[in-house]
C-alpha cells in the first residue's frame, strides 16, 4: 500500500521544516524516522515504505492546537502512553489530511514543546 504523492510531498514538507529548526537533528530509532532536538523526540515521521499509513506524530500541548488536530479524520491520541502527555498522531493521507501549511505550524509547536530555551530564542530571532 504505498502512500499518495501528495501524502509524500506533506511528509517531506515537514520533514524539512523539522530539520531546518534550531539544533533539528534526525535519527532513526525503531526503524522509523524521528526529528530530535536537544536529545529529544519532537516529531515522529514513521516510515514511507507502505507498511504503516503515512502520518506525523506531534506534541501538540496547546488546548486548541490539540483539539483542533484530533479533528482530522484518523486522528488519534498517540500510543505508549504518550497521547496523556499531548502526543497526536495525524495521517497524512486522505480527506480532510492537514495541509502542509498547517503541519510546519503544528512541528514547530512540538518542537517549541522540548527545545530548550536557547534554541527557542534562536528560532524567535529569525
Known amino acids: ?3 499518495d504523492r501528495n501524502a509524500l510531498r ?7 521544516f523539522a530539520l531546518g529548526l534550531p539544533g533539528a537533528g ?8 524521528v526529528a530530535k532536538v536537544n536529545g529529544k523526540v519532537f516529531v515522529f515521521l514513521g516510515v514511507t515504505d507502505g507498511s504503516h499509513p503515512l502520518g506525523l506524530t506531534l506534541k501538540l500541548t496547546g488546548e486548541e492546537t490539540h483539539a483542533h488536530a484530533l479533528t482530522c479524520p484518523g486522528a488519534e491520541p498517540a500510543g505508549y502512553g504518550l497521547g496523556k502527555a499531548g502526543w497526536v498522531w495525524v495521517p497524512l493521507e486522505g480527506k480532510g489530511a492537514p495541509a502542509a501549511e498547517l ?3 503544528w512541528v514547530e509547536e512540538s518542537y517549541r514543546a ?8 534562536e528560532l524567535d530571532a529569525r
Open 103 to 105: 503541519l510546519r505550524d
Open 26 to 33: 534526525e535519527e532513526f530509532p525503531w526503524g522509523e524516522t
Open 114 to 121: 522540548v527545545a530548550p530555551r536557547r534554541l527557542l530564542g
Open 10 to 16: 506533506k511528509w517531506g514538507s515537514a520533514r524539512e
Open 1 to 3: 500500500m504505498a502512500a
